[in-house]
Structure formats: C-alpha cells, structure tokens
C-alpha cells in the first residue's frame, strides 16, 4: 500500500534557526504534493503544493519544499523560524487518477523555544 | 461562512451507540472527503464523494461506518453500535473537484466510553 513517511516525530529549536523536515513517499507514479499545518487550537491549513513545474515551491510564511523525484522526497524548509510556527506539520500525497484521496504522513510536531 | 464547516465539534457516546456527524462544504465544492485522525497519528482517508456518489469507500473500516451525502452538500458519516477504538476527531475536507486543493473543517472530537 503506497505510504508517507515524516521521518522526525518532534522537533525542537530555538527561534531564527533553520528547518528542514522530511517527508517521503511509495508511489511511482504522478503525484501531487502538499504540506499542511495545524497550528495549536485550530484547523488544518494549506501551506504549500506541489502539482507540476520548478520542483522548489514556495508557500506562505516563508516555507518552500522541495520535490525531488528520484528520492521520492518532498522536504519542507524554512530558512529561519519563529515561535509563531509553532505548530503540527503534515505531508500528504495526492495519487494521479485516484479521486483526489490524500494519503498523510504521521505529522511531525516542530516547537519553537523564544 | 467560507469554510468547511462540521457538527458537532465534540461527542462524547457510549459504548454500542449510534452516532451521526455532519459536514457542511464549501458552497460549490463538487468533492468531499472524510478523514479520521487517532491521537498522535496522521490523517486517515475514509470515504470520498464526487456529487452525491462516492467512488472511493476504501477507507471506511468496517460496515459500521457509512456515510451520505445529499446532491453537492451537506454530508452525514453514520458509525453504528460505536466501539472505543472509534474514538478519534473526524475531518471533513472539500475541494472544487477532485485532484484540486482541499479545504479542511475544524473536525469532530469523538469520544466513546
């Protein structure tokens, strides 16, 4: 069964250090990529997608992700957090052809410490 | 009221009871998509509707579970004579078609005893 594998469960910095969480797929056919986040007390919220094109997307807040097809990898980054990002982040997987059904990843909670 | 909107946001049941949970679209938002989250796991895909069809039930876990959904509106996923390991919060998510971005609802917390 084609899966999502976020490969940190917690993440823990201090503020203005850099970000890179990882996310990688099983699938080889065409995929449609997205990264959502949950921020404390609210509901899940589009961060940036990944459809076709540059394979460096940039998202709001300052995060970008990467696809790289070889690796089956689609990283999230963001060069220098803030304890507003403070938050759960999901990778999903949209399977070409499959109704638009998104596969996610565990999640991987990131705190920032002011 | 643009967002994906869900009732109740919290239900809390016994064990072996009938519960109902609603989701309300995007106004013209032809998809629809159910999606269970347990504690400390990722979303998990339940059912999807295109219209009132749903071509995609893969997700649903047993035959407890079932949902509907009225034209291009309002959805209802039923879980019958509910077991503990039912308990999770429930999303409901919809798009302008299927393979387009989706909107998330705040979800329901459901608690069985």
């Known amino acids: 069964a084609q899966s999502v594998s976020q490969h940190n469960h917690h993440v823990i910095l201090s503020e203005a250090a850099s970000l890179e969480l990882g996310c990688n797929y099983s699938y080889g056919g065409t995929v449609n990529l997205f990264w959502y986040v949950q921020y404390p007390g609210q509901h899940l919220q589009l961060l940036l997608k990944y459809f076709s094109g540059d394979p460096l997307v940039k998202g709001i807040k300052g995060f970008e992700a990467e696809f790289i097809k070889s690796k089956f990898s689609f990283n999230l980054r963001k060069p220098s957090v803030q304890w507003s990002d403070t938050a759960e982040y999901f990778c999903?997987?949209?399977?070409?052809?499959?109704?638009?059904?998104?596969?996610f990843g565990q999640g991987t909670e990131l705190s920032v410490k002011p | 009221g643009a967002g994906v909107s869900q009732s109740p946001s919290n239900k809390v049941t016994e064990k072996g009871k009938d519960v109902e949970l609603r989701c309300d679209p995007i106004?013209?938002?032809?998809?629809l998509y159910w999606y269970r989250q347990r504690l400390g796991q990722g979303l998990e895909f339940l059912i999807y509707?295109?219209?009132?069809?749903?071509?995609?039930k893969s997700g649903l876990p047993s035959d407890r579970f079932s949902a509907e959904r009225t034209g291009e509106s309002v959805s209802t996923l039923t879980i019958q004579r509910t077991q503990q390991e039912d308990s999770a919060v429930y999303l409901c998510?919809?798009?302008?078609?299927?393979?387009?971005?989706?909107?998330f609802g705040p979800g329901t917390r459901l608690t069985v005893l």
């Open positions: 999903a997987v949209m399977m070409y052809n499959q109704g638009g059904k998104l596969i």
């Open positions: 509707f295109q219209g009132n069809s749903a071509p995609d």
């Open positions: 998510a919809s798009s302008l078609a299927a393979s387009n971005e989706q909107f």
């Open positions: 106004s013209g938002h032809t998809a």
